[in-house]
Nanobody, 117 residues
Framework: QVQLVESGGGLVQPGGSLRLSCAASGSIFSIGTLGWYRQAPGKAPELGASIAWGGDTNYADSVKGRFTISRDNGKNTVYLQMNSLTPEDTAVYYC???????????WGQGIQVTVSS
């Protein structure tokens, strides 16, 4: 089992920045890809960004050039640096981990990000 705990969300003005963190615990040796999904009100969940064990990254077109995902395997933590935020980035952000041994999906509890003036 893997437990994921997000932090760093909140309210920010348009054009501002936030950094989300997600700390993993439990069977961390099994973690492969880590990522951040988001779900805006009334919309389907979407992948924001992901990072593989080796460091390869993938971004949704809507966040490319503004968001940066990184991971610190020593701290078992994944980060999402979000810059130039717009109201369209308002959503609940979920940390995701994929086990590379069992292919199990793990999810954090979600954290609110609100971009508003």
């Amino acid at each position: 089992q893997v437990q994921l705990v997000e932090s760093g969300g909140g309210l920010v003005q348009p054009g501002g920045s936030l950094r989300l963190s997600c700390a993993a615990s439990g069977s961390i040796f099994s973690i492969g890809t880590l990522g951040w999904y988001r779900q805006a009100p009334g919309k389907a969940p979407e992948l924001g960004a992901s990072i593989a064990w080796g460091g390869d990254t993938n971004y949704a077109d809507s966040v490319k050039g503004r968001f940066t995902i990184s991971r610190d395997n020593g701290k078992n933590t994944v980060y999402l640096q979000m810059n130039s935020l717009t109201p369209e980035d308002t959503a609940v952000y979920y940390c995701h981990a994929l086990s590379r041994t069992t292919w199990t999906n793990y999810w954090g509890q979600g954290i609110q990000v609100t971009v508003s003036s």
